[in-house]
Structure formats: C-alpha cells, structure tokens
C-alpha cells in the first residue's frame, strides 16, 4: 500500500490531530502547516496547530496562522501528529521528545535528506514544496479546495519556488497552481506580502551587506558578512538574513554566494546559494544541509578560521565546475 | 468564423511572411515573435523576423534572436505581416508605413488598449502575455511543441507576468507554462536570466544608492539620490538606474518611492514609483509623464531647488492618499 493510502487509513481511524512544523517557520512549513489542518477539519476532525517559533509578519495575515502555537507545554504526546516539512526531528526544537513520543508520527516533506523519522513517512523529493504534496493528499481524500486552502497552498509552493523561478519547479507544479488560482486567490496581492515588500530595515542591513561584498575565483565566488551587531543596529531581525543571502547569486558571473553572520564570537551561520552548483553537498561536507541551490551550516572557531575553511571547501566545488558559465 | 481560424487560413495560402513587434523590445513581444517565426517555419513558410530596436543583451540567448532585423530597408511590403504585441502602428517606429502596405496585416496582442489596425485582428485581453495567444495558435495549428518554442513562450509569459507574480496570471496561464516545462526547459536558468542576474557594477551603484536613502511624510515617501560621478565611479550604466528606483517603492510601509539622478549641474532626472497612487500625474505636473505607478520627469534648475518643488507636490499627492496603507 502506498505511503498516501496509509495515511488515508490513519486519517479514518483517528479524532484528533497535532500538527507541527519546522523552527524558523517559512511559507511553505506554514502554509502547509495550515491547508493540512484545514484539510482534517473538513473531514471533522479536531486539530491543533504548533511551530517551534515565531510565525513572521508577512505570513501573519493567513487565516488562522494567529491560532498557531510556540508553546510546547499545550502539546499532548498522546495524539497523533502530522509533522510538516522537517528534514528531522531536530527541526522542531523544543517540541522534539513531545512529538517522538507520539503513538503515530506522520513525516510528510519534500526534502531529499529527510530522515524518515515518522512511523509513516510520506516524502516525495520531486514536490517543489510540501504544500504540492499537501495539496496531492486533499485531492485524493476529496476534499473541496476552498479559498483559505488555496491561499495557504499558494504562499506554500510560490515561497519555495521563489515565484515558480527555481529548478524544483515542475510541470505538475504549475498544474497544481492553476487549480489553486481557479478559488479566485489573487497572486499579484500574495505576491507583494512574500516578495516584494520589505521593512526599512531589511534594506539598511543589505547596505550594510552589500558594503562587505567581497569577490574570489575570477569573480564566480561572492561573499557578504554581516555580524550580529551590525544586524541589530540595522533594526533587522534575523529573518532578514534569509533575504540578504539571495543578493551574492544573483551577481552576473557568480556561480557560488556564501553569506556569513557572524552570531557571537566563535560561532558562525553560513548561507549557500548556488546557479549550478549543489550547494547541498557542501553544506553538508561542514555538518549543515539544505536544497541543491540554497543550503547551510553552523560553525564554531574565529570567523578568520571558518572563513578559511569555508573557502577551501568552495574553491574546491568551484574548480570542478565546467566552464561555459551559466549565461 | 473566429479570428484563429481566419489566421490559420490565411496562412495556409501563404508561402512567405514577415514579423515584427514594438519599439523597445522586451521579453514578451521578442518571445512571441520568435515563436510565432518558428511556427511558421515548422509548417514550411520563408520568414523574416523584424524589430525596430536593439534587443536587450538578456534576451540574446534565444535561439535566432540574432537573426532579428532593425533594417527597415530590407522589409519587403508585399509580404503579409504578422505584428505581435503592438497596440497600435505607432509602436513599430520607422517599420510603421511599410508594415501599414502589407497587403494582410495580421494583429496578434493582448493588450486592452489595441487599436485593430489589422486586416486580421487577433486581440485577446484576458490573455497575460501575447505568447500565451502564441501558445493557442500553434495548438490549433497541430504544432509541435519543442525545446525552442517553449523557451521563447517562457521567456513571453514569464515577462509580462513579472514570474506569475501580477494579477494577469490566470490559470490558463499556469496550465501553458506546465506544457511548456514539460519539453525540458529550465525555469530557473530562464528566470536567472530574465530577472534576477545583475552586473556587479549594479549592486556597487545599489550600495551608494541606499547611502543616500532618506525616508520623508510619516515614513510613506523615500528618496534615493545619485550624481552622475557616483554611477561612473560604480561602473554601472544608466540602464541599471531603472533598477535601483524599484528598491524605493519595496520598502514596507512606503506609497512614493523617489530617485533623484543628478546628469549635470542643472540637470535632474527624477524617477516615480507607487503602490497605489498615479504617478503618471505627478511626473505630468512636472512636464514629464508614464505609468500610472512608474513615470518621470526631467528638471532644470539646481538639485536643491528641483527636489524642494519635487517634494512639495508629493506632500500634497501624499496628503491626499486614504489613509489604511497598501498592506
């Protein structure tokens, strides 16, 4: 039987569901989050809704993203849960011994590294987002889209497609979409709150960023940092990191973008981005992980000593990199 | 009968055709034109391809882009012609008589504003790009949809829908571009290309730039200045100042974004953008004019003095707005 049917079979033997997603919530751990709760209350069951973290501003304005909860001490172990778009259990912070010791653990993700912790496992590394896969479970328990599902499914696939811009977009992605764009969502007003918009703050660090730009490897390997203080004396918070990041890409010519943010003496938070590259691999080669073009890692030691290794690893990738360019 | 079955009749009884499209090319209009060239190939037609302008160094990569002539000279007017994307003949510059001559003029677009100035009219506003019509055409013609069609139709759709993000995007828009995916085109080298690759000259201007922001009327109006010595110095181009004034309007919180662009002593060029109100009468008070959410206008005087007249009809513009914001 298939991971989806068995989920269907659970799905009909049970009340009442957890649900949670990943730290540091994003569109889709948020959006899927909320259309795979939406989703079980049409089949009247009851739900709560969790997130190891704050929800931020701009996804606030999803219908019933105010009911979900940073508080693990309202999480009852003896329910089943649907873990949302975590690699592993260590994404769920606080909420990890609580969620493990669930009777019945529903893993459903997209990311190719996920560590099939649940005692179902439905991971599909095919899907652009987890919200595509969420979207393949309502259509097959027939439920009606409505326009908060399709709102939250939206905001799931466009954030980790970047608009439908990136590789993992697929045709069955767009397919998806055009079913979700038929509820009447508007994507040019859901747009403008995940993309475009951003507070003055967010354009005050990318100054700041943009003023440590450093280029290596005949220009295709682009460096921004950017320490904690420099951060907080922006105004920025630390979801506006994620936003910089995407600037040492997008450089004509650079094929790898390495942000670093320098947290507190001898510990360092690296961002990759890539063209071409898996940066997956080298995030991973440092104890991180991530997607093929947008990846991670923490690490401790001097910035000058992380720094140094951190270059070695990526000149490394870069001189195995046929030429020709991306352009 | 329908305006496509007219078009496919009449190409039938042709053997030779030209194309063209409007004046300052862009993704759309040089998209559907190769495509609708291509298609016509496919069915065994001699054609010529035609645009009166350089095409954008970003769109060179499509496949025959370089075969697009500027030369009005070698446009032969007894041929029928195909004019994509166009809303009126005063859009095809030098090409407009000739092009008026042709014995059939085929009009394709999807602009509301089009002034069926064809002896053929096929004008579909509900359509987000005039490749989406392309589209339609070469499946009422049996075409097959290959690798280069479809990059030249991403290129269209994707253009003129700011990546499916504007409010033009339908689901019939979506469900083309899952067609289009399925030949193996990449969106994300596509989009890489189209929207997010910029030299590094442009984020070196896009530094000073944020240097300068200053942030006016209860946060609603920000303004951004450049001299002429500063775009020089970051080795960028004027280009790129279209660019940088889109930063002023993203700001949260923001109704009128501003670039001043000091040319000369005594010579301002001063760039409008907004979310909600018609700039198009701004920059008209100011003997300039545009969009109704992108204009500018140029200035005599010195930049004090022109950015004081400037900042006093935007309080007043401002003053007038509702207040509740575009978030």
């Not at 403008?192 to 703050?201: C, G, N």
């Not at 981005?273 to 997956?280: E, F, T, W």
Request: net charge negative; with cysteine.
């Amino acid at each position: 039987m298939s991971d989806r049917n068995r989920i269907i079979e659970l799905i009909a033997g049970e009340d009442s569901f957890n649900l949670i997603s990943h730290m540091l919530p994003d569109g889709d751990s948020i959006g899927s989050l909320l259309a795979m709760g939406r989703t079980l209350e049409k089949l009247g069951k009851n739900i709560q809704l969790f997130a190891p973290g704050r929800i931020p501003l701009k996804y606030r304005f999803l219908n019933r993203a105010d009911l979900i909860s940073p508080d693990d001490a309202a999480f009852d172990s003896s329910r089943p849960v649907f873990v949302l778009d975590s690699s592993d259990a260590d994404r769920l912070g606080s909420f990890k011994e609580k969620v493990l010791a669930s009777p019945k653990l529903i893993n459903i993700d997209h990311h190719v590294t996920n560590q099939r912790y649940g005692t179902l496992n439905y991971v599909d590394p095919e899907a652009s987002a987890t919200g595509e896969i969420v979207f393949d479970i309502l259509q097959a328990l027939r439920i009606d889209l409505d326009f908060e599902l399709a709102e939250a499914l939206y905001v799931a696939i466009s954030t980790d497609t970047g608009s439908f811009k990136y590789d993992n977009t697929t045709p069955h992605t767009h397919t998806v979409v055009a079913r979700l764009l038929q509820t009447g969502v508007s994507p040019g007003v859901l747009s403008q709150k995940i993309f475009d918009e951003r507070p003055l703050s967010f354009y005050i660090l990318l100054k700041e960023a943009l003023s440590s730009l450093e280029m290596y490897f005949n220009r295709t390997l682009a460096i921004m940092t950017i320490s904690k203080d420099i951060r907080i004396r922006s105004g920025a918070s630390t979801d506006d990191l994620d936003g910089i990041v995407n600037y040492t890409r997008n450089i004509e010519g650079v094929e790898l973008g390495i942000l670093f943010y320098v947290e507190q003496e001898n510990e360092v938070k690296v961002g990759f981005r890539s063209k071409r590259l898996d940066v997956s691999v080298l995030a991973g080669k440092l104890n991180g992980g991530g997607h093929v073009r947008a990846a991670g890692c923490r690490m401790h030691g001097s910035f000058e000593a992380v720094k140094e290794k951190v270059l070695a690893e990526s000149f490394l990738m870069l001189a195995d990199l046929p030429t020709g360019g991306a352009n």
